[in-house]
């Protein structure tokens, strides 16, 4: 049996509509299934890597990959990344909520979609403040509030007021992406244009594409907590027309049907949600 440290910690109230959870994850032997998987939920993270590099391929193929180590950002994604972790990983990271980066950078969310990037090239000098200040910090309170004072010196730099969309993102999560593009146009009083344009500044992507990525978060969760449910009534639950929009979008997404993502197991996915399930650093055993 394999052994991994996986820990999630809540941010403090002032952070908590930019900041999802702050995350911890160890091991010294890969408990991961050969290929893993990140699929596209409208998140980024800033992850401190003092372990080993790993693998990310940068096409569905596999065949082209770069390594990934010390600190870096990872952008919102269209479509899933598929990773190779490798053996001695310490991960220290934060994760923001959907449109939630901006707020602690002044460049639209749109520019690093798809990319993994060293922390130093958003910022600068402060990227390696905190990362020594994390490494050095005892425990995992301590590592939190490490990040947590940056976090709130950078919120000063780059906060913006909020606008309709902090409301529309909040009201589609919580729908579980059952609305339409002219429904939330109606509610907040917006145009598409306007509506576009702040999506991609904010979170990167289009309005449809982030509906469609809700619903994908809460497919794969419900074929991962209920797997006896068949996948008729798992595109049925979370909102898709019918069968085939189902199959034809997570294909999209992530490079597989439906039943081909089931049976591989993917360990990224089972373990890490797409919102906060507190639990203090304890040994998940995979």
Known sequence: MKHMTYGEFPPSPILAPFVECFWAVSFKQSPFQPIEILVPDGRTEIIFNYGSAY????????????FISGSHYVGMREKSIFLEEMDGISFFAIRFRPGGILSFL??????????FL?????WGKVAGELEA????????????KAAES???RQLKKAYTEKTFLDAALQDIYARKGHCTIDEIKEKYKVG?????????KKVGC??????????LSRAIDMMQRQPETSMTEVAYETGFYDQAHFNRDFKLFTGNTPRQFKKKRYTISRVIKPKLHYQPAACIQV
């Open 106 to 115: 002044r460049i639209p969310a749109f520019e690093f979609v798809q990319q």
């Open 150 to 152: 940056v976090l709130l």
């Open 133 to 144: 200040r994390i490494f050095e910090a005892p425990n995992y309170a301590e590592k939190v």
């Open 192 to 200: 598409y244009k306007k509506l576009e344009r702040h999506f991609l």
């Open 55 to 66: 693998k990310r391929f940068i096409d569905h193929n596999r065949k082209r990959y770069e």
């Open 118 to 122: 060293p922390l130093e090239t958003l």
């Open 206 to 215: 289009t309005p449809k594409l982030y509906i469609k990525m809700v619903r």
